[in-house]
């Protein structure tokens, strides 16, 4: 599976922003497409997960209430819909996914993770 995602920028502290990840190559194969951040000298942590079949989400303590994580099958497109931004949501935001014929472990470890698109990023100026 490959992932392209998109939509990061430079926004103010309070503002909105929409993250992309299309996906391509055997999407027949995934089970999971999650968001992740990083933070330069950080470790990567997750922010929020959907199942591609039933659609349910998963998100993060600090993430929840304020990012929505969706997908349009027709597009093969996850989206992360970002509202009230905070300066410490300022990372490189990375789409991946969980792909094969079978999976172990938690949608909340980027160990988890079979497939990562390029990183794309996020800025919230105070």
């Known amino acids: 599976v490959q992932l392209q995602a998109s939509g990061g920028g430079l926004v103010q502290a309070g503002g909105s922003l929409r993250l992309s990840c299309a996906a391509s190559?055997?999407?027949?194969?995934?089970?999971?497409v999650g968001w992740f951040r990083q933070v330069h000298g950080k470790e990567r942590e997750f922010a929020a997960a959907?199942?591609?079949?039933?659609?349910?989400?998963y998100y993060a303590e600090s993430v929840k209430g304020r990012f929505t994580i969706s997908r349009d099958n027709a597009k093969m497109t996850v989206y992360l819909q970002m509202n009230s931004l905070k300066p410490e949501d300022t990372a490189v935001y990375y789409c991946?996914?969980?792909?094969?014929?079978?999976?172990?472990?938690?949608?909340?470890?980027?160990?988890?993770?079979?497939?990562w698109g390029q990183g794309t990023q996020v800025t919230v100026s105070s």
């Open positions: 991946a996914a969980i792909s094969g014929a079978s999976y172990s472990g938690s949608y909340y470890s980027d160990g988890t993770y079979t497939d």
């Open positions: 190559g055997r999407t027949s194969s995934m089970y999971v």
């Open positions: 959907i199942r591609w079949t039933s659609s349910n989400t």
